[in-house]
């Protein structure tokens, strides 16, 4: 490492660490640095991509809302920190920032706009204005991390797949609804599952994404696993339901069972003090009893330090 490098280091991190201690509302919780430069020399030492936020600070509403919703998402945090190079851009100041913004080409006091670069400074994925929420910026995100052929952790495709867009709902029911929750929550494309009741029947319900996995395939993968006696979706789903020779209905009345029912392969494990959003405890739930690699897969790194340290 040069002697230049590795002053840039101690800067960026120096910068990261003042963040920390004075942030900004705008700029969420992730631990940013603030020299265009620095982070270019970081991203080529490491091979992370650089996450560049270019952020009105102090900012309107809609900046703040961004920074105390999208930018304070433990997971999403976790991901900018742990397979980014963080850089943080204030689009309404002079020097510097202003520099770097005439250099991107980005407007002053603008809404907030998130950025993937290489070390050249180049885009690795096209630049695109109003991506406001936690999904979207996770999807940029990953698809970013493709393109630079870097590795996508399981929790970060986990966390977009909770917050796209177009999830739909099936109830299946089976002999016993903890059986049901940790099957189905193996399908990919599977989001959450919950157990509930219906029809005087156990039941578990899915939340799933049909880009991932169809209806049919869904249904099709659930009689695989034994948890299928029979199946109700919504009623515009209903046709697409009835190629499947089960019994298809729609969902009418259900109910979720206690607290106590959900979740039950979790029960007594390492991982059940851990605070895990929906999609987390689904797929940990699904795998904890049979494969531990996997499970450990859909936990950030805090998360996997915490089971170690417990």
């Not at 109003?130 to 870097?150: C, E, H, N, P, S």
């Not at 177009?166 to 929750?181: L, R, S």
Request: net charge positive; hydrophobic share 45%.
């Amino acid at each position: 490492m040069t002697r230049i490098l590795a002053l840039f280091i101690i800067s960026f991190s120096l910068s990261a660490c003042l963040a920390g201690t004075a942030q900004p509302i705008e700029a969420g919780k992730v631990k940013w640095g603030r020299d265009l430069e620095v982070a270019l020399a970081l991203s080529a030492k490491s091979g992370k991509p650089v996450l560049a936020l270019f952020q009105e600070i102090p900012g309107c509403a809609g900046c703040q809302q961004f920074g105390r919703d999208v930018l304070s998402n433990p997971l999403l945090v976790e991901a900018i920190d742990s397979e980014f190079t963080p850089l943080l851009i204030h689009n309404n100041k002079g020097g510097k920032d202003a520099e770097v913004l005439q250099r991107f080409g980005e407007p002053a006091w603008n809404y907030q706009v998130v950025r993937f670069l290489n070390a050249e400074g180049k885009d690795i994925i096209p630049r695109r204005d109003q991506v406001w929420d936690t999904g979207g910026i996770a999807q940029r995100m990953i698809a970013t991390l493709m393109k630079a052929k870097r590795p996508v952790p399981a929790y970060l495709s986990v966390l977009a797949s909770e917050h796209s867009a177009g999830i739909k709902q099936a109830v299946f029911a089976m002999y016993c609804f903890w059986t049901g929750e940790m099957e189905l929550g193996k399908i990919d494309g599977v989001i959450t599952t919950e157990a509930g009741f219906m029809a005087g029947r156990e039941v578990t319900k899915v939340r799933y994404d049909p880009a991932v996995v169809s209806l049919p395939q869904l249904i099709a993968a659930a009689e695989k696993m034994k948890c299928a006696n029979a199946v109700w979706v919504p009623a515009a789903d209903l046709e697409m339901a009835k190629a499947s020779r089960l019994s298809i209905g729609t969902i009418s009345g259900y109910q979720a069972a206690p607290a106590s029912d959900q979740k039950k392969q979790l029960g007594g494990t390492v991982a059940e003090k851990l605070t895990l959003s929906a999609a987390q405890a689904t797929k940990v739930n699904a795998w904890i009893r049979s494969d531990a690699q996997k499970t450990l897969s859909f936990l950030a790194p805090s998360q996997q330090a915490a089971l170690r340290t417990d």
